[in-house]
């Protein structure tokens, strides 16, 4: 079993709003910093946001400021990024990922744990 597993892809037209799920297992999500990234056609993986476990602040790309919100249920092992006013910019490969530390956030350590991605595609 995978420890994590992103779902909620599929096409989506421009403007509107699909939210990812990613479920986690074997771990205790509450002591770990979940990662949400994507890997645009052509391009190299960049991150999407960071959210350190603790109740520290959630860092999230320029890109999608004011359009993506990402929210994690520790007591379900489950960690959810809402993606609204899509563009086709944001057509990619979404994964999340976990890090024991809390320095994977600042990209001081790497993270523990990955998901195989699910596919995003933004188009008319």
């Known amino acids: 079993q995978l420890p994590l597993v992103e779902s909620g892809g599929g096409l989506v037209r421009p403007g509107e709003s699909v939210r990812l799920s990613c479920a986690g297992s074997g771990f205790t999500s509450s002591v770990y910093a979940i990662g949400w990234f994507r890997r645009a056609p052509g391009k190299e993986r960049e991150r999407v946001s960071c959210?350190?476990?603790?109740?520290?602040?959630?860092y999230l790309d320029d890109s999608v400021k004011g359009r993506f919100t990402v929210s994690r249920d520790n007591a379900k092992n489950m960690f959810y990024l809402q993606m609204d006013r899509v563009t086709p910019e944001d057509t990619g490969v979404y994964y999340c990922?976990?890090?024991?530390?809390?320095?994977?956030?600042?990209?001081?350590?790497?993270?523990?744990?990955w998901g195989p991605g699910t596919q995003v595609t933004v188009s008319q």
């Open positions: 959210t350190p476990f603790g109740g520290g602040i959630t």
């Open positions: 990922a976990a890090g024991r530390s809390n320095r994977v956030c600042d990209g001081r350590e790497i993270f523990d744990m």
